[in-house]
C-alpha cells in the first residue's frame, strides 16, 4: 500500500471540482515553463506597480489556487472544507518586506489575532510568523554577526524580543503551536538563540514554540543535536519544522561574493540525505522532539511513515505533523490524511498587492523543481482522464 498511496488521484483532489481542476492543470502547465513565469512575474510586478486593474485576473487565477482569502474570515470556506476531508490549517499571513516599527506592531497583533482564531477554530492547531515579520533585517543580521548594537538599535531588538514572547505566551496560553520560519543564514543565528530561549520557557511540558531546520544547510543536524543537549540540561522540550529550504540561489551567491563557503548542501541528494537523517534523528528521540515535517517530498514522506510504524509511532501522535502548501502536492495532504496522519496544509492569505511576491516565490521555485511540477501534472492528467473531463 504505502508505495502507491500517493497514486490515488480521487482522493488527492477530492475537494477540487471540475472547473478547479482545470485551472490547476492550466496553472501547472505556465509554471513547467521557465520563460513563461520570468515573462509573466514580470509582468504582473508591472502592472500591481502601474496600478493596472489586474487584481480580479490575479485574484480568480494563482492568488485563488494558492491562497486562502485576503483576510481570516474569508478563508473559513476554505479551512472548513479541508477540515471536513481530515486536513488542517496554518493561516500564513504572507505580507513581507516591511521595515517600519508600526508595520511591525501591526504583524504582532495580526498574529495574535490568528492565534486567538486558532484557538476557536479545531481546524487550526497550528499558528506561524516570520522573524522579520517582528524586526528589521538589518538588525537580525548584526545580532548574528556579534555586533554591538547601538542605544536606539539595542531599543529595537528589545522589541522583537517583547513581540516573540507575546506571541510564545499566548500560544502557551491556548495551546497552539507555533512555528517560526527559517530565513537567511546571515540573520539566522540570532533567530535561533531567540527562539532557544522562547523554547525554554514555553515548551516546559510539551513543545509549543518550533523553529525551524532549512535541511540545505549541512550544518543543521549538528545545530539540532547541539539544541538537544541543551534542552536536557535546562529540562525543555524540542519544536521544530524541517523544510528542505528557500533561499539557496541568494545564500550561493552571497558566498560567492563574500569569499566564505556556502552553507548550502552541495547538490539535491546531499539535501535529501540531511533532510533524512535530521528526520531520522527527531523520530529516535520523539520523547524529546516534536516536528512538523514540511515537504513535498513523497519519500521522506514515506520514510517518516515508515521509522513511525517500525518505533510503534501512532499515526496520529500529536508530535508529528506532515504539512504541505495549499495548492501543492494535495495526492500528499489527501492521502496521508485518509489513513490517520496529522496533516495541515499552510495557507498563506493577505491583501492580493501584499502577497504577489510570496506567490512569484513560489512560482520561481516550481519551475527549478522540475520533477514536482511534472509530478502535479500528472496526477492533474490522471484525475481528469478518471473523471472524463
Known sequence: MAASIFDNTERAFILKSDSELERAYFLFKMISKEPLVRIGTAMTRFALNAHLPVEGLIRSTVFDHFCGGVNEEDCIPVLDK?????????????????????????CLHKVLELTDFANEKDAMPISVFKPTGFGRFAIWEKKTAGVTL????????????????????KAKETDV??????EE????????DLVADMMAKYNTEKAIVFNTLQCYRWDRLDYLKKLHLEAKVKGFKIGVKIVRGAYMEKENDRAKAKGYPTPICANKAETDANFNDTLRYILDHIDDISVFLGTHNESSCLLAMEIMKDKSIAIDDKRVWFGQLYGMSDHISFNLASEGYNVAKYIPFGPVKDVMPYLIRRAEENTSVAGQTNRELELIKAERKRRKI
Open 150 to 169: 547601538n542605544p536606539e538599535e539595542q531599543k529595537e531588538w528589545d522589541k522583537i524580543v517583547n513581540r516573540f514572547d507575546q506571541i510564545c505566551k
Open 185 to 192: 543564514s546571515w540573520m539566522q543565528d540570532a533567530a535561533d
Open 82 to 106: 479541508l477540515y471536513e476531508a481530515g486536513v488542517s490549517s496554518v493561516l500564513d499571513y504572507s505580507v513581507e518586506g516591511k521595515e517600519d516599527e508600526s508595520q511591525f506592531d501591526a
Open 177 to 182: 503551536a507555533v512555528l517560526i520560519d527559517g
